[in-house]
């Protein structure tokens, strides 16, 4: 089955789909975005993407071109059009089309795009024996809360992380680390799992937000505090959290390994609990 695209009402395979070039999408990144996963034909976490979406859209005043209802049922028909054991729909959603012009049109429509391919999982030798990140300078916008199109200090980092092997960039910002490059980002010391608090700088992810509700349903002790890179060294367990890598543990940051050199058992418990919620 290929992989299809909606946009604006109309199906195609996805390598068929097109928008316009005058798109502000493609010329402004003027634009927000969801990504969301099955499992199975069990879609994780739909309503608090699609709300997520509305919260973004609103920041930025593009004007959602559907009802909340209504994108419910494209996703789902999306998801049953495609046949995908496990699919990944990509939400992106646009200004519109309109001539070149920095200040919004005075009229027209937002371009809404979705895209549903396999979704493929991160290995069994990643899960199980960890991955390595490194820092890098924060370089993004001051609202970071809103899935922006605007990606290219993300593109940066993680191609900075790839060219030395590594898996994730963690953004720190005026020696504080804010959260990964496509990812959020968890400490733990002892039994206290700390991540860096949501705000401005920090895009809460629906994964994250699920991990500090198990982790206290655990008897964790889960905070969310400022973190420097010391204290990320210092730490016995490091984790990622994602719609993508779920629960992800890593045992390197720049040059220095976590104390085990190997995932930890509070990381193993909470990606277990992980699964239990969401009844996989």
Request: with cysteine.
């Amino acid at each position: 089955m290929p992989n299809i695209a909606f946009i604006n009402g109309k199906w195609s395979p996805v390598s068929s789909a097109k928008i316009s070039i005058e798109d502000r999408g493609f010329q402004f990144g003027d634009g927000v975005y969801e990504v969301i996963r099955t499992y199975g034909k069990n879609l994780f976490s739909l309503n608090e993407h699609l709300a997520r979406l509305q919260v973004s859209a609103k920041a930025l005043e593009i004007e959602m071109p559907y009802p909340m209802e209504m994108l419910e049922k494209i996703v789902l028909l999306g998801c049953k059009k495609s046949h995908h054991k496990d699919t990944l729909i990509y939400i992106q959603l646009t200004r519109g089309v309109a001539p070149r012009g920095h200040a919004f049109p005075k009229k027209n429509r937002s371009t809404l795009v979705m895209t549903f391919r396999p979704n493929k999982p991160l290995s069994d030798a990643m899960r199980n024996e960890g991955v390595s990140v490194i820092s890098t300078e924060d370089i993004r916008w001051a609202r970071c809360y809103v899935k922006s199109l605007n990606l290219l200090p993300n593109v940066m980092a993680r191609e900075a992380a790839k060219r030395v092997g590594a898996f994730e960039s963690l953004f720190v910002r005026d020696g504080k680390v804010m959260e990964g490059a496509g990812s959020n980002v968890f400490a733990v010391h002892g039994q206290k799992v700390t991540t860096p608090p949501a705000g401005t700088y920090i895009l809460s992810g629906i994964t994250r937000e699920i991990v500090l509700k198990i982790g206290r349903e655990n008897g964790l002790k889960m905070c969310e505090a400022d973190l420097s890179l010391d204290d990320f060294y210092a730490a016995d367990e490091l984790f990622l959290t994602g719609t993508t890598v779920e629960v992800l543990p890593v045992v390197r940051l720049n040059d220095k390994w976590t104390p085990s050199k190997k995932p930890g058992e509070v990381t193993r418990g909470l990606y277990e609990a992980f699964h239990k919620y969401i009844g996989t």
